[in-house]
């Protein structure tokens, strides 16, 4: 990650918005290398457990090997790059089912129809390493070997969000027909939520005055307080595509990652935490709201895709202070692809 002093009152050319070559030099500077959340620890709980995942465009498969070490392997067989794996489970070993190459949980070789063939050789034919580590329950992956240490990749974040006592419920799965930087940009300001979330508004205090925008590191986060009781939440955004929500009121958090599909496309999943006492009627009238916003959310970010790929304007504008965590984000996103976006 790259961090940039600027001032900034255009955006990113929108071009970058809509154009496939553009993503795939995001996909090369900035999803091959970072770490990003992979889904929560008890899905790979017990030895012999798997469940697949995906940084950025990269398959993954994470696996639970029988000494209970977790693995994290790209999710492509050696021999013609089908993938291993589909969804979670417990097995003994991962196989393919183009031609039933076999490995073990520890990513070798262990059998292969016909390998007896003359001229080829099996021995030393290995699933492709993946960097994996955690955060309390949460795992993370990195596609680059040469990964920097998780730790440092987080920041403060530990320090802002508090996982003791959470545990997972379940997980809401979606795409949106929008770039993925229109939908992280979409998540860095409040600026619209009078306007656009009456809903999260009537809760939470957005004015310029209440609604705190903060910037440390890899983590960029907004600080609202709850209109009737002071608790403040907490939404934070980790470079480069993960979103972290803590709601104002009983111990919660939701998480995940905003992963490119296509130039004008984005796939999205949120695991939902909550403490194991947490109020039913609570978390429904929570879960309810986060699912407003969210269809609030869905019809901005497309409309804002079909706004920018008309061609006809090559820029937008920023407000400097109520945008600024969508500026910072897009120095990043500049700074990574070696391009400035700037006139």
């Given at each position: 990650m790259h961090d940039y002093s600027f001032s900034i009152v255009r955006t990113l050319p929108w071009a970058w918005y809509t154009d496939a070559d553009r993503l795939r030099l995001e996909r090369e500077r900035i999803f091959a290398t970072a770490w990003q959340y992979a889904g929560h620890a008890g899905q790979v709980a017990e030895p012999g457990s798997y469940a697949t995942a995906r940084a950025g465009h990269v398959p993954v498969v994470l696996a639970r090997d029988r000494e209970g070490t977790l693995r994290a392997f790209l999710n492509v067989c050696r021999h013609r790059g089908h993938p291993l794996a589909a969804g979670s489970g417990r097995r003994e070993t991962l196989q393919c089912p183009y031609h039933g190459w076999t490995y073990g949980l520890d990513g070798a070789l262990k059998a292969a129809p016909r390998s007896r063939e003359p001229g080829f050789e099996p021995d030393g034919i290995a699933l492709r390493p993946v960097s994996v580590d955690t955060w309390g329950p949460l795992v993370f992956v990195n596609p680059s070997l040469d990964a920097p240490p998780l730790a440092e990749a987080l920041g403060r974040l530990p320090e802002l969000v508090d996982l003791d006592?959470?545990?997972?419920?379940?997980?809401?799965?979606?795409?949106?027909?929008?770039?993925?930087?229109?939908?992280?940009?979409?998540?860095?300001?409040?600026?619209?939520?009078?306007?656009?979330?009456?809903?999260?508004?009537?809760?939470?205090?957005?004015?310029?005055?209440?609604?705190?925008?903060?910037?440390?590191g890899p983590v960029l986060s907004q600080f609202g307080p709850e209109r009737d009781s002071g608790a403040i939440g907490g939404f934070h955004?980790?470079?480069?595509?993960?979103?972290?929500?803590?709601?104002?009121?009983?111990?919660?958090?939701?998480?995940?990652?905003?992963?490119?599909?296509?130039?004008?496309?984005?796939?999205?999943?949120?695991?939902?935490?909550?403490?194991?006492?947490?109020?039913?009627?609570?978390?429904?009238?929570?879960?309810?709201?986060?699912?407003?916003?969210?269809?609030?959310?869905?019809?901005?970010?497309?409309?804002?895709?079909?706004?920018?790929?008309?061609?006809?304007?090559?820029?937008?504008?920023?407000?400097?202070?109520?945008?600024?965590?969508v500026a910072r984000f897009q120095e990043w996103v500049a700074g990574a692809t070696g391009s400035s976006g700037r006139p």
């Open positions: 006592g959470l545990e997972f419920r379940f997980r809401d799965e979606f795409e949106l027909a929008a770039n993925w930087k229109v939908v992280c940009e979409n998540y860095l300001e409040c600026y619209h939520c009078a306007v656009a979330h009456p809903g999260f508004s009537r809760l939470v205090d957005v004015s310029p005055d209440a609604y705190r925008l903060d910037a440390d955004f980790l470079w480069p595509n993960l979103t972290i929500n803590v709601w104002p009121g009983e111990p919660n958090l939701s998480i995940g990652p905003v992963l490119p599909v296509e130039p004008g496309r984005t796939a999205r999943f949120l695991d939902y935490f909550f403490a194991p006492g947490a109020d039913d009627e609570w978390v429904n009238d929570l879960l309810e709201l986060d699912a407003q916003v969210g269809r609030e959310d869905r019809a901005l970010v497309e409309a804002v895709q079909d706004g920018v790929g008309s061609g006809l304007l090559e820029h937008g504008r920023l407000l400097p202070e109520s945008e600024r965590l």
